[in-house]
């Protein structure tokens, strides 16, 4: 569905779905009581490319005792969003079916128990799903105050990108000092971490396809380096090797993440863009006293979710905006999210595209 932005208002208004097809969205915390106020969301029709995106209403999401109502201003889109468009990442149980991370928005409705916020505040949220909407229910643990001195569309990118890299570099117990290498600098996850990392003193190496994106790493604070131009390993090696390696390549890098690694240093894959599966080295890792670290965001346990939230509160919310910001690439309107997913598929992105739902 191809809208311009303008014209959002006016299909919203005309686009009211049959019972049935509203009844289909209708999921967990998204109560029949609340049926008479419809909220716009962005929803797929089936598994498959960015056409099975489009516009459609769900019931406003109620309020269980512990969460807030956001009221969206901006949503960020994440590769995982395009996984479950492909029907290749469910949303977890209870979650929206519609797919969203992260938002930044206003407080517009609490359930009874919430203690952390007010009607009205400014704030960002990680969500487990439901985020393209112009609302969204979201348990008040995982909320945090909008940093003073970012857009709505920079606060509605930060969350899922600030959690999955500060979670992981206190995985890998990265300290200041050490050597980071992020690879994948110039994606949404890799241009927060480079900016983090470096904010708690550490070196950072990025690499990045091109001397371009590679350039807009150096940018963040990083040593820039281009995939394409050379030999990463040796590049690296020349560099002295990396005590953390953030990695969002996966099997196809395992071998080269290795051969980087310095002694008593921690391999953390967050990603797998090179693949699934791949052979490991043990004499390597051994001989290294190595660690190799998986972990995921969205499907932990709320508990440790809460904790991630609190900490990148506590650890990184210190330095937004001075040393830390979000590069926002684009920002599309919520009805507009199957060019946002062209965009990101095409690999054209330096850091975060946003959805921006009507108000
Ligand atoms: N485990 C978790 O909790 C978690 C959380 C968030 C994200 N992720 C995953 O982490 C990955 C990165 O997320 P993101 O939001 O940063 O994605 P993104 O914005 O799409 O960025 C992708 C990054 O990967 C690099 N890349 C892609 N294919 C590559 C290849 N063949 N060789 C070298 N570099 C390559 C890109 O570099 P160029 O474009 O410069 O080539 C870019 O820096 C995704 O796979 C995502 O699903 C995991």
Request: charged residues 20%.
């Amino acid at each position: 569905m191809h809208l311009d932005p303008s014209l959002i208002g006016t299909f919203a208004e005309n686009l009211k779905p049959a019972a049935s097809q509203t009844e289909t969205l209708y999921r967990g915390r998204y109560d029949a009581n609340h049926w008479g106020v419809d909220v716009i969301i962005s929803t797929l029709r089936g598994f498959g490319g960015p056409e099975v995106l489009h516009l459609a209403e769900a019931p406003d999401p109620a309020p269980s005792p512990h969460d807030v109502v956001v009221a969206v201003r901006a949503a960020g889109v994440n590769r995982a969003d395009l996984l479950q468009r492909e029907g290749r990442y469910p949303p977890p149980a209870g979650s929206p079916e519609w797919p969203g991370l992260e938002v930044a928005g206003e407080v517009v409705e609490m359930g009874g128990r919430v203690t952390r916020w007010q009607l009205g505040d400014a704030v960002c949220a990680l969500v487990a799903g439901g985020g393209y909407a112009q609302r969204v229910a979201v348990h008040e643990d995982l909320v945090l105050p909008r940093p003073d001195g970012l857009s709505w569309e920079e606060a509605g990118s930060i969350v899922e990108a600030a959690c999955t890299a500060w979670s992981t570099l206190e995985a890998a117990d990265a300290r200041a000092g050490q050597t980071l290498l992020v690879q994948g600098g110039s994606g949404g996850v890799g241009s927060l971490a480079i900016q983090i990392a470096a904010a708690h003193g550490m070196r950072v190496l990025a690499t990045a396809r091109g001397s371009d994106r590679a350039a807009r790493c150096e940018a963040l604070g990083a040593v820039g380096i281009d995939y394409t131009a050379g030999d990463v390993v040796d590049r690296v090696r020349e560099l002295g090797g990396a005590d953390v390696i953030l990695d969002v390549l996966g099997a196809g890098a395992l071998a080269d993440n290795l051969a980087m690694l310095r002694p008593d240093g921690a391999l953390a894959v967050i990603g797998l863009q090179r693949g699934v599966r791949g052979e490991l080295d043990l004499g390597r890792l051994l001989a290294l006293r190595g660690r190799l670290i998986g972990t995921t965001l969205r499907a932990r346990p709320h508990a440790q979710k809460a904790a991630i939230v609190r900490a990148v509160e506590r650890d990184v919310w210190p330095f937004v905006p001075t040393q830390v910001r979000p590069v926002v690439h684009g920002a599309f309107a919520l009805g507009e999210a199957d060019h946002a997913h062209r965009a990101l598929e095409s690999g054209d992105v330096f850091g975060k595209l946003v959805l921006t739902p009507p108000r």
